[in-house]
């Protein structure tokens, strides 16, 4: 512990003193921008990512956030806009990260400190860059906002029209298509995160066109019908570019009515998430790499006791007659398909996987969770019983995710059972909902813990980071969930995951 910590303090001295030569490197990228002070504003992130990095979690954030609104504050009384594109987080990582191998030339650490550091370094940038996303967001819509109020006020002038139109130019990705989503103007944006030039969009279907592969029919279809029922429509959606390449946008479609109430054209307004999503999926996949070493001593020990009975058959294996030597090779088989069927399900989780939402049978989800986790749990002294009525229970989703999510929240049971108990799951569902219940009988939270659930590097545990129960929060909001904890000190927890339930039959 007390490496680690120095490891921490010696790397965010570095980064510290070496905040304007890395200001410097930025700024040579000579990255486009209406702000005059970009080598202050680089120089105090490194200070601010410096100092965090060597603090505890909220003490980390809080600086980050100090830091965030101080920039905001600047720029906003300097008379300049903040986009969401003016953090360049991408740039900031490449240079903390280009500090973190300078200094372990000289300085080796261990990996998992490493990994552990850059972790770290992820979360605080991804946490600095939801101040100017949600920022650039609320002042497009109080623009809008104000532009629908004036428009019921008064006429408004070309040359507001003009300014408004430059307005949203400036600040968003910006297309128009008509009622048969087929796209009628787009901005030089719209154009560079599409790789497309200007005649080559206009009067194509924007559907046809950027169509990813990624969202299901039912997804876009969701989106089509919104718009003609004159719905505003708010989501993210993944895009393919022309040269092949994918992009995030955090999109927001505002259909425009005629006089019969009918959809005759929408406006898409767009912000690059790409960076944000792709931060999202490292954590994801650090994650779970740190979920696959843990399960691993488990897994091994389950293996050893199929093994052990596989040598000792095969030891006396000649002393017996023909017909008992079936039977006993009958027993070495039955053991063999033992094992495959643990490394099998090892397997399912460890391996990477492309993330596509589908139907996913959550019975058979936390099935496989309680196959992979039994061994760690036997170890343990803790019984792990489902309380199941029903064979098939569906909901939309992605299969690996959620079973990263129950992985994380399972494990997290059998931590605070160190003397050994028990650990109950039950699943019902009820109005719509799919709810699944993880209850324990451990060591139990206060409710100023349960608030900070979920926080990045907020951990009721001595060697966690907080990062495995971050992660699984995030991917129940993006499964359109919603948890619940009940817990108290030495009575046990219960977290409720629901999920909305999938009909087949309708």
């Not at 890395?22 to 992130?45: A, G």
Request: aromatic share 8%; charged share 25%; net charge negative.
């Amino acid at each position: 512990m007390n490496n680690n910590n120095n490891d921490f303090t010696r790397i965010s001295r570095n980064i510290k003193e070496l905040g304007s030569l890395l200001s410097k490197k930025i700024d040579e990228k000579q990255i486009p921008t209406v702000f005059s002070r970009n080598t202050e504003i680089h120089s105090s992130f490194f200070h601010c990512i410096g100092e965090a990095l060597s603090k505890d979690e909220e003490a980390a954030q809080k600086i980050v956030a100090q830091w965030a609104e101080k920039i905001i504050q600047i720029i906003t009384h300097s008379g300049g806009q903040v986009h969401s594109s003016f953090f360049l987080g991408h740039l900031y990582k490449k240079a903390i990260i280009d500090c973190i191998e300078e200094d372990i030339i000289h300085h080796p650490i261990p990996s998992n400190h490493l990994i552990g550091m850059i972790k770290k370094v992820d979360a605080l940038i991804y946490y600095a860059s939801t101040f100017f996303t949600t920022h650039s967001q609320k002042l497009l819509e109080n623009d809008l906002n104000n532009f629908n109020q004036d428009t019921l006020e008064k006429r408004i002038t070309l040359q507001e029209l003009k300014d408004l139109k430059k307005a949203l130019n400036e600040a968003t990705i910006l297309a128009i298509t008509d009622k048969n989503d087929n796209i009628t103007y787009a901005n030089d944006k719209f154009c560079q995160i599409t790789k497309y030039p200007l005649p080559e969009l206009i009067g194509k279907n924007h559907r046809d066109l950027l169509n990813s592969g990624f969202h299901d029919k039912a997804f876009l279809d969701d989106i089509l019908i919104a718009i003609r029922e004159g719905r505003v429509w708010k989501g993210e959606i993944r895009n393919k570019a022309k040269d092949g390449s994918y992009f995030w946008v955090d999109t927001t479609i505002v259909p425009f009515l005629n006089n019969n109430g009918e959809t005759y054209q929408h406006i898409s307004i767009q912000h690059d998430i790409t960076e944000q999503k792709e931060a999202q999926d490292m954590l994801y996949k650090t994650e779970k790499l740190a979920m696959v070493g843990e399960l691993a001593a488990g897994i091994a020990h389950e293996i050893r006791n199929p093994l052990t009975t596989i040598r000792g058959f095969i030891q006396i294996l000649d002393h017996f007659s023909e017909e008992n030597k079936y039977l006993y090779s009958k027993t070495i088989l039955d053991e063999i398909d033992r094992i495959n069927f643990i490394i099998s399900e090892f397997m399912v989780f460890a391996k990477p996987h492309a993330s596509y939402f589908c139907e996913c049978n959550i019975i058979e989800i936390i099935k496989k969770v309680h196959n992979l986790l039994s061994p760690e749990a036997f170890l343990k002294n803790i019984d792990i019983s489902l309380n199941i009525s029903q064979n098939d229970i569906f909901i939309y989703g992605e299969k690996n995710q959620l079973t990263q999510v129950f992985l994380n929240m399972i494990k997290n049971s059998i931590e605070a059972l160190p003397n050994g108990g028990d650990i109950e799951i039950s699943i019902i569902t009820k109005d719509n909902q799919v709810v699944i219940s993880i209850k324990d009988n451990g060591i139990g939270m206060t409710l100023e813990q349960i608030e900070k659930l979920g926080e990045p590097f907020y951990t009721t545990k001595d060697t966690g980071n907080g990062l495995g129960l971050m992660v699984s929060y995030k991917i129940i909001e993006k499964h359109k969930g919603k948890i619940n904890v009940e817990s108290a000190p030495f009575k046990g927890t219960t977290f409720h995951i629901n999920f909305p339930f999938l009909n087949k039959s309708e």
